[in-house]
């Protein structure tokens, strides 16, 4: 018989929330904002859960695969570098074999945005719904 994972207080909420998504963050980033995660009113850290966050994974197959075409820099929401490397077909290959090796970490840098971003501005609440 398998019992549910019930979590009740705000730090062990933000604790799984981090590890189960160890691989989106750099470690540093997050422990910046640990503090002001703890902060948040307990709604605001169910709604946590619930972050469209950038697999770095993901963004290293589009890289390989469609790289050239700028659909990684498009799904980190990068849109200016993803124009960009979209109308110079990737500066004829050179942007795209760069990019093979950092577009994890530019993964992880929006997912730091983002979780600042949310950490920041408070959510509307048509904007919850």
Request: charged residues 30%.
């Given at each position: 018989?398998?019992?549910?994972?019930?979590?009740?207080?705000?730090?062990?909420?933000?604790?799984?929330?981090?590890?189960?998504?160890?691989?989106?963050f750099?470690?540093k980033?997050?422990?910046?904002?640990?503090?002001?995660?703890?902060?948040?009113?307990?709604?605001?850290?169910?709604?946590?859960?619930?972050?469209?966050?950038?697999?770095?994974?993901?963004a290293?197959l589009?890289?390989?695969?469609?790289?050239?075409?700028?659909?990684?820099?498009?799904?980190?929401?990068?849109?200016?570098?993803?124009?960009?490397?979209?109308?110079?077909?990737?500066?004829?290959?050179?942007?795209?074999?760069?990019?093979?090796?950092?577009?994890?970490?530019?993964?992880?840098?929006?997912?730091?945005?983002?979780?600042?971003?949310?950490?920041?501005?408070?959510?509307?609440e048509?904007d919850?719904d």
């Amino acid at each position: 018989m398998e019992f549910p994972l019930v979590m009740h207080d705000k730090k062990s909420k933000i604790d799984f929330f981090l590890a189960s998504r160890q691989k989106c963050f750099d470690v540093k980033d997050v422990m910046a904002l640990y503090n002001s995660l703890l902060a948040l009113e307990e709604e605001r850290i169910d709604k946590l859960m619930q972050l469209q966050l950038v697999s770095p994974r993901t963004a290293l197959l589009l890289s390989l695969f469609l790289g050239v075409l700028g659909a990684d820099r498009f799904y980190c929401r990068d849109y200016k570098l993803g124009v960009a490397k979209l109308f110079t077909i990737a500066a004829c290959g050179f942007w795209w074999l760069g990019d093979l090796f950092v577009i994890r970490d530019a993964a992880r840098r929006t997912n730091y945005k983002i979780l600042r971003n949310f950490i920041i501005n408070p959510v509307k609440e048509e904007d919850a719904d």
